[in-house]
């Protein structure tokens, strides 16, 4: 298989892996969480008494009630009516229009009569006009009252038209409601016979004034739904809340008792699979968003399976940690919630990984939390834990910092101690709870213990996972620059000269790196160890020299230039037997890249040898990483500017710059995700601090004999 396939394959696995690792992660908080999730039921029975104090865990509304309540306000609802002022124009124009067609028959019979041998009869002409009445008046009167009509003169019809009009539109002036209807119609009749003498006409005019008189106070069917509506949406709705008492402890359950219990469905046998998807969901969206953080993140989280499986294991300690205490619970300890730990994961991903990843995860663990103590609460979270979560982890990240040391951890077990103490303070009065301070005491004491038991913990177990992991975590970092460190002393006493170029290096890594943004306190460490394996062979190398002859002067190029080449795995493999970071064991290795050993390659050739230039090269690797790359320039730099004589800034501006370029001719950074940008920005920082190291050098006059001299 070839080399590319190899990788592939490696990436196809790495890949595999990081799925599985989520997977275990996913399962282990479903499982951790599942029984906090679980409906409580609740094996009791109407008139028996509470076995103990009974709260819903849901807010839910009481339908029932609710209807009831909104059937009584439609109740208090009277009928809207409305005036309808029209009504008494429309029966008067009907009036005229009666009275207009009697006059208009009157003429058209006349009119017949003189023209045909045989008039129409009485009858015919009643029966004509009923007739027409019902097509253009829609209105219905006795043959009687038409013949009146028909057989009065123009003048009589006229008087009789202006009574009922007056009649009609005096009586209906005013609201008329249909139960007022015949009083309205025996008033309009006295009007009539109070006008018309004639007992005929009196009759005629009766009929139809009474027959036209109508309710016009009418019911509004649209205005009174329009109150209804309103008067149902000023009724709120009945709501059981959560956390709401439905019962105390010893008390007989009643009748609406128990029918609340039923509809909060602590009553309820059936099993509702609701619980266990939305668990299932709250699990997904958990792992969603920390894929997507560690995508986006630059921490080693990113892509390094090792440190994931670190997260994994350090998340899974925080939920025993949190299943272990919400037993406690159980024991009915007033307070003993506030005792969980919950700066402990948030402060060891702080030292371990990343500072920011450390934040992101403390809100995790919070969420998580509110969940696994929701037991506590009336519903599916503990809102109260979920705050004092945060504000707990919180404090410890924010106080251990982005350069933690193991004393900063016991101060941050002080100051999370406060945070977490202020916090419980804070919830009872945002609670409006009645401070009992005996309660409140032992609640504020456990909460100030679990700030030190986070810090006591945190410096327990950070030895074994740095240790079990080989992690470079930024307080081993800061052991290994320890002067009494071993294999530092090794190097200060067995190759001084190495150990001095060693710290200049340092110097100019730990600046240029920060420079850059990248992690100044691994270049210093690794510098520092980089070429621990010219301890091997110290007389070897120029800088451990002094007032001796140089052993190389004897030895042939081969020779030489293997010794020389050696020197970067001979450390390597010290540093890897005593159980170094893997990042310091590959800063040795790849500080020299495979650059060329010119001085004895050219050597060779001088000797009238024809060298093969690969074997006059460093195996390699090439820096993998920024921070080897500047080591590797820094290394090259000191060295050249050690030996340079009167170093001026110029020159040595001119010497970094050459150095840079040729590594970035010879495609040493090819490997690397350094940019040109970044490389100018490294040879700024080093010029700068060689400038401070190399100054210009001050003239003093000597006092007895006038001369000069130089001193540094």
């Not at 105390?248 to 509809?263: D, T």
Request: charged share 20%; proline share 4%; net charge negative.
């Amino acid at each position: 298989m070839s080399q590319k396939s190899n990788k592939k394959q490696t990436a196809l696995n790495n890949r595999y892996i990081r799925l599985g690792l989520f997977l275990l992660l996913g399962v282990l908080l479903y499982v951790s969480t599942f029984n906090n999730v679980v409906p409580e039921q609740l094996d009791i029975s109407l008139s028996e008494p509470a076995p103990q104090d009974i709260r819903s865990p849901i807010t839910i509304e009481h339908e029932e009630q609710t209807a009831e309540r909104r059937r009584e306000a439609v109740a208090t609802i009277d009928p809207v009516y409305t005036l309808q002022t029209h009504y008494a124009t429309t029966q008067t124009d009907k009036v005229n229009a009666i009275f207009d067609l009697a006059i208009t028959l009157q003429s058209e019979m006349e009119e017949e009569s003189e023209e045909a041998d045989e008039p129409p009869s009485t009858d015919e002409q009643v029966e004509y006009m009923q007739d027409a009445l019902s097509e253009n008046v829609d209105q219905s009167i006795s043959s009687a009252t038409i013949e009146t009509l028909l057989t009065s003169s123009n003048q009589e019809l006229r008087t009789a038209r202006d009574v009922a009009r007056n009649a009609i539109f005096e009586v209906m002036n005013d609201g008329i409601s249909v139960d007022q209807v015949p009083t309205a119609r025996e008033e309009a009749e006295e009007r009539v016979s109070r006008s018309i003498t004639s007992s005929r006409m009196q009759s005629a005019v009766s009929e139809i004034t009474t027959s036209l008189v109508t309710a016009n106070y009418i019911y509004d069917d649209e205005a009174t739904n329009e109150q209804v509506e309103l008067a149902v949406s000023e009724v709120d709705p009945v709501l059981i809340r959560e956390g709401q008492l439905l019962a105390q402890e010893g008390e007989v359950i009643g009748p609406e008792a128990y029918e609340q219990m039923r509809l909060v469905g602590l009553l309820d046998d059936s099993t509702s699979l609701y619980p266990y998807i939305g668990l299932l969901i709250f699990v997904g969206l958990l792992l969603l968003l920390l894929q997507l953080y560690m995508m986006q993140t630059s921490a080693p989280i990113h892509n390094s399976n090792k440190y994931l499986l670190l997260y994994v294991i350090v998340f899974v300690v925080m939920l025993v940690i949190m299943n272990l205490q919400s037993l406690i619970i159980q024991f009915d300890l007033t307070g003993v919630m506030w005792l969980t730990p919950m700066a402990l994961g948030p402060m060891l991903l702080a030292q371990l990984i990343n500072y920011r990843v450390a934040l992101f995860s403390a809100t995790l663990f919070a969420i998580t939390g509110s969940i696994i103590f929701s037991h506590a609460a009336a519903s599916s979270f503990h809102s109260s834990f979920l705050i004092y979560a945060i504000l707990s982890g919180f404090a410890g990240v924010f106080f251990i910092g982005k350069q933690p040391r193991i004393s900063k951890v016991l101060q941050a077990g002080i100051f999370v101690a406060l945070i977490n103490g202020l916090a419980v303070t804070l919830l009872h009065m945002l609670n409006n709870q009645q401070v009992v301070f005996q309660t409140y005491g032992n609640e504020v004491s456990f909460a100030v213990l679990s700030g030190f038991l986070s810090a006591i913990l945190s410096l327990g177990l950070l030895p074994f996972f740095e240790t079990g992991f080989n992690i470079l975590s930024k307080t081993k970092l800061i052991e290994l620059t320890n002067a009494n460190q071993p294999l530092l002393r090794k190097i200060l006493l067995e190759a001084p000269g190495t150990y001095h170029h060693s710290v200049m290096v340092a110097n100019l890594s730990e600046a240029a790196s920060e420079a850059i943004g990248a992690n100044g306190l691994l270049a210093r460490v690794g510098a520092y160890y980089h070429d621990l394996g010219k301890t091997k062979n110290p007389m070897y190398f120029i800088e451990n020299q002094m007032q001796i002859e140089n052993p190389h002067d004897r030895l042939p190029p081969e020779r030489s230039k293997q010794i020389i080449i050696d020197h970067p795995y001979d450390g390597a493999a010290i540093l890897e037997k005593h159980n170094f970071p893997k990042e310091i064991v590959d800063i040795a290795k790849e500080h020299h890249g495979t650059t060329l050993l010119k001085f004895f390659y050219y050597k060779a050739k001088e000797q009238g040898k024809e060298p093969v230039e690969s074997e006059y090269r460093y195996p390699g690797p090439r820096a993998q990483f920024k921070e080897s790359a500047i080591i590797g320039i820094a290394d090259s730099v000191e060295a050249a500017v050690r030996s340079m004589p009167n170093p001026t800034e110029e020159k040595i501006r001119n010497l970094v710059d050459a150095i840079i370029r040729d590594r970035l001719v010879d495609q040493q950074f090819n490997e690397c995700d350094i940019t040109l940008k970044e490389l100018a920005t490294v040879a700024d920082s080093m010029c700068e601090t060689l400038k401070g190291t190399f100054h210009s050098r001050i003239e003093y006059p000597d006092d007895e004999q006038g001369e000069v001299k130089e001193n540094e």
